[in-house]
């Protein structure tokens, strides 16, 4: 059985320091079986499914909310401030609306937790029961394999972090069931954020994977007007599919201008969109290097945890020759601290020049390197690591060790 101790422990923070608890997540990442794994541990917390016909006292658990209960769920919220009832709120909503409205009426008053698809540091080399991940979105695609043993080290790397993607029975299978949780999602009414119903996500969506790690260029002109392209990564962004990082350079060079840096952030939805179904086709894809930096860059902002952490990366000119950081975690709360960290799928692969260009620009001094290999290295000044090895280096750091 996979376990997420972490996500449960912050729930365990959650709810005592605010009323609501808004679990957010793609479809099928496993909310339903976090909130399961939760309540077994707890003997306060309950699930219900009116907002309106609950009870006062202990933990009031929400799953699958939609829109049409949002306003029971804020009376019940106001209610317990007016009694002084010692009642809290998980609510997992069921779409980006619901999210929304959920976040407006009762602002001030949630503590959001993401469910990320699962990472590498989160596997166990074991079974889950493909059930306890299912959601509403679709039906299962082929026949439903009931266990399945995660063995080959770059199967989440190559099928991402959604449970009921990552356990299919085969690759295509796999594949099959990412492509149906994408098409719903992506044909949704968004609306609300200006996206009309005739403006196509889905081939959005599609440009920025196959441009996958590359700098937004906001002036492209076939997505409609620039205002329509902004909003469709906007839903983009706030769906979880993909992140969007700061160049640092701005902060040396303020006399230039600097763009974004977008990434797919699940591997599996990557692949889904550039047609790569196995191993075989990811080690001689084109796209293994951008691939990999989504794939490393995603577990190391997750081993962050709590901890306060500005992401960015840093480039500056053209080519080969360009001063580049992948990532730049930067600790507040550590005096500042800032740790640069560049990405290589091969174990032997050393930075480039202008990763280190770049840190003297940005007065940075702990560097390292991650790779996709099975081992460390750490013989030389900057080390090698593997990505399990990187994911617990950068936890130590986030805790100021």
Same mark, same amino acid.
């Given at each position: 059985?996979? !376990? ?14 605010? /009323?609501? *608890? ?38 009031? &658990?929400?799953?699958?909310?939609? #829109? ?6 804020? =009376? ?29 009426? #009762? ?20 079974? &889950? /029961?493909?059930?306890?991940?299912? !959601? ?11 266990? &399945? ?13 959604? /449970? ?26 968004? *609306?609300?954020?200006?996206?009309? /119903? ?21 002036? @492209? ?17 706030? #769906? ?8 640092? =350079? ?5 006399? $230039?201008?600097? $763009? ?6 699940? *591997? ?7 047609? @790569?179904?196995? *191993? ?19 577990? #190391? ?17 053209? !080519?080969? !020759? ?26 032997? $692969? ?12 940005? +007065? ?5 390197? @991650? ?28 805790? +100021?060790?």
């Amino acid at each position: 059985m996979i !376990g997420r101790p972490a996500l449960v422990a912050q729930l365990d923070l959650a709810v005592g320091s605010r /009323p609501v *608890t808004l679990l957010q997540g793609l479809p099928r990442v496993g909310r339903t079986q976090l909130i399961d794994e939760w309540i077994k541990r707890r003997t306060d917390a309950r699930r219900e499914t009116d907002p309106a016909a609950i009870v006062a006292g202990g933990i009031v &658990v929400f799953d699958q909310f939609d #829109l049409a209960n949002v306003a029971a769920l804020v =009376a019940a919220v106001r209610a317990t401030e007016v009694t002084g009832a010692r009642t809290r709120f998980m609510v997992a909503p069921i779409d980006l609306a619901t999210t929304f409205a959920v976040r407006d009426k #009762l602002a001030g008053l949630f503590h959001a937790i993401e469910v990320a698809p699962l990472r590498l540091d989160e596997l166990e080399d074991g079974a &889950v /029961p493909l059930a306890a991940a299912m !959601g509403p979105v679709v039906a299962a695609a082929g026949p439903t394999a009931e266990l &399945v043993s995660v063995t080959d080290p770059r199967r989440l790397w190559v099928r991402g972090g959604l /449970p009921e993607s990552l356990y299919a029975a085969d690759d295509q299978d796999s594949f099959t069931r990412r492509h149906q949780m994408l098409a719903p999602l992506l044909e949704r009414d968004y *609306t609300r954020w200006h996206v009309l /119903p005739a403006f196509p996500l889905w081939n959005l969506f599609d440009w920025l994977a196959r441009r996958n790690s590359n700098e937004l260029d906001e002036t @492209v002109t076939q997505f409609g007007k620039r205002h329509e392209l902004k909003s469709g990564i906007f839903v983009l962004e706030k #769906l979880g599919l993909i992140r969007r990082l700061a160049n640092a =350079a701005m902060s040396v060079r303020p006399d $230039k201008d600097f $763009k974004d840096k977008l990434f797919v952030r699940d *591997t599996g939805l990557l692949h889904a969109m550039i047609g @790569v179904v196995t *191993t075989d086709d990811l080690e001689h894809s084109k796209a293994i290097g951008s691939s990999f930096e989504s794939y490393a860059i995603e577990a #190391l902002l997750a081993a962050v945890g709590t901890a306060e952490c500005r992401a960015r990366y840093y480039r500056f000119g053209d !080519g080969q !020759g360009a001063d580049e950081i992948d990532l730049i975690l930067q600790f507040p709360t550590q005096q500042g601290r800032q740790i640069a960290i560049e990405c290589k799928v091969g174990p032997s $692969k050393s930075a480039r020049p202008g990763f280190f260009r770049a840190c003297g620009l940005m +007065g940075i001094t702990e560097q390292l390197v @991650v790779h996709s290999g099975p081992d460390a290295d750490r013989s030389e000044r900057i080390p090698r690591l593997d990505l399990r090895s990187a994911i617990k280096r950068v936890a130590e750091i986030a805790v +100021g060790r």
